[in-house]
């Protein structure tokens, strides 16, 4: 099992910079693939971004991001990083960080951290 | 993108009785890679089902999953207290970006 833990959550006015950060146990982190899922209040989830574990390394963004946020990780501290540049009304959500099982960037979620709320507001 | 719809939006049942939730993707996922997950008030979501039918560990064998190309269903067979919650699918068949569907929630009746 692989325990998540987010932070970095806050209020930031429209146009500001946010950086989340995850702590994932196990001592294979440089092999998780690991995402961002958010879900603004009252609504659903979304699929944020997703960085490649050491095998298959790599990134991806949702459209709704891309070019404004950037996913990270530092193996030597076991965390993932979403730096949240030129923040939206619409980034208001809770994010979550969660890691991914799977094959070959065909990828579900199987375990998730608590979330993180992140708002947006002047 | 593949997009996924789930119905019906609200499922009103009594414990006991058994669930059908379905979702249907907009293109035939690949593998019948779909995954279903169940999430309750102020939590995070929690994998149910992975691969359209394979249950996750620790889940009880009366959450189910079935389906194949574009049509998908998670039935629950007898409700538990514990289990209404909102559900949503998840299509895991090609890279990213991987979608959701939009939920459906199992309120008490």
């Known amino acids: 099992e692989v325990q998540v833990l987010e932070s970095g959550g806050g209020l930031v006015q429209p146009g500001g910079s946010l950086r989340l950060s995850c702590v994932a146990s196990g001592s294979t982190f440089s092999d998780y693939v690991m995402s961002w899922v958010r879900q603004a209040p009252g609504k659903g989830l979304e699929w944020v971004s997703v960085t490649g574990g050491r095998g298959g390394g790599g990134t991806y963004y949702a459209d709704s991001v891309k070019g404004r946020f950037t996913i990270s990780r530092d193996i030597s501290k076991n965390t993932v990083f979403l730096q949240m540049n030129s923040l939206r009304a619409d980034d208001t959500a809770v994010y979550y960080c969660?890691?991914?099982?799977?094959?070959?960037?065909?990828?579900?979620?199987?375990?998730w951290g608590q979330g993180t709320l992140v708002t947006v507001s002047s | 993108e593949i997009v996924l719809t789930q119905s019906p939006g609200t499922l009103s049942l009594s414990p006991g009785e058994g669930a059908t939730l379905s979702c249907r993707a907009s293109q035939s996922v690949s593998s019948n890679n779909l995954a279903w997950y169940q999430q309750k008030p102020g939590q995070a979501p929690r994998l149910l089902i992975y691969g359209a039918s394979s249950r996750a560990t620790g889940i009880p064998d009366r959450f189910s999953g079935s389906g194949s190309g574009t049509d998908f269903t998670l039935t629950i067979s007898r409700l538990e207290p514990e289990d209404f919650a909102v559900y949503y699918c998840?299509?895991?068949?090609?890279?990213?970006?991987?979608?959701f569907g939009q939920g459906t929630k199992v309120e008490i009746k």
């Open positions: 969660a890691h991914n099982s799977g094959y070959s960037w065909k990828y579900y979620f199987d375990y």
């Open positions: 998840q299509q895991h068949g090609s890279p990213p970006p991987w979608t």
